[in-house]
Nanobody, 122 residues
Framework: QVQLVESGGGLVQAGGSLRISCAAS????????VGWFRQAPGKEREYVAA????????YYAESVKGRFTISRDKDKNTVYLQMNSLKPEDTAVYYC???????????????WGQGTQVTVSS
């Protein structure tokens, strides 16, 4: 069983930066992918970014490319999402998710965190 706990959400002004974290436990993640999704009120869930734990390959949605960076700290079993140049449309609940495998473009995940709210004010 995999446990995922997000942290670091909050309120930030447009143009600002925020880093959210996903602490993972319960399994060796050598052949796992960890991803971030977001869901705003009244909108569909969006697959934002992902990283392959072993090789470090990444995926980004077009809407965040060049602004968001996903990374991992293997020693801490933690995945980070650094969000820069934030826009009001980035406001959403951000969820961390994990699944076995290595392909980062696949958006079907098995394990989910509870989410962290990110609010960007204009």
């Amino acid at each position: 069983q995999v446990q995922l706990v997000e942290s670091g959400g909050g309120l930030v002004q447009a143009g600002g930066s925020l880093r959210i974290s996903c602490a993972a436990s319960g399994r060796t993640f050598s052949r796992y992918v960890v991803g971030w999704f977001r869901q705003a009120p009244g909108k569909e869930r969006e697959y934002v970014a992902a990283i392959s734990w072993r090789g470090g390959s990444t995926y980004y949605a077009e809407s965040v490319k060049g602004r968001f960076t996903i990374s991992r700290d293997k020693d801490k079993n933690t995945v980070y999402l650094q969000m820069n140049s934030l826009k009001p449309e980035d406001t959403a609940v951000y969820y961390c998710a994990a699944r076995s495998g290595t392909a980062t473009f696949i958006d079907e995940y098995d394990y989910w965190g509870q989410g962290t709210q990110v609010t960007v004010s204009s």
